[in-house]
Nanobody, 126 residues
Framework: QVQLVESGGGLVQAGGSLRLSCAAS????????MGWFRQAPGKEREFVAG????????YYADSVKGRFTISRDNAKNTVYLQMNSLKPEDTAVYSC???????????????????WGQGTQVTVSS
């Protein structure tokens, strides 16, 4: 079992930056690939960014590529999402998730993740 707690959300003006953190406890954090997802009101949850375990290979949704950066600190059991050049359409609840190895589902799909945090609200004003 892995427990995930996000922090760092808030209200920011368009063009601004925020850094989200996701602290993990429980099983060995470094064994899990991690992802960030977001869900805006009335919309489905969508993949934002992912980072594999071990080697820090990262991948992003096209909508955030070049603006967002995912990283992890295994010593602190924490994954981060640095968000720059924020846009009003980035407004959503952002959740982190942990993925065990061997999943048959894509790492870009919510179904590919086994543990979820409660989410943190990000609001970008125009």
């Amino acid at each position: 079992q892995v427990q995930l707690v996000e922090s760092g959300g808030g209200l920011v003006q368009a063009g601004g930056s925020l850094r989200l953190s996701c602290a993990a406890s429980g099983r060995t954090f470094s064994n899990y690939a991690m992802g960030w997802f977001r869900q805006a009101p009335g919309k489905e949850r969508e993949f934002v960014a992912g980072i594999v375990r071990g080697v820090d290979v990262t991948y992003y949704a096209d909508s955030v590529k070049g603006r967002f950066t995912i990283s992890r600190d295994n010593a602190k059991n924490t994954v981060y999402l640095q968000m720059n050049s924020l846009k009003p359409e980035d407004t959503a609840v952002y959740s982190c998730a942990a993925r065990r190895s061997g999943s048959v589902y894509s790492a870009r799909s919510a179904r590919g993740y086994d543990y979820w945090g409660q989410g943190t609200q990000v609001t970008v004003s125009s």
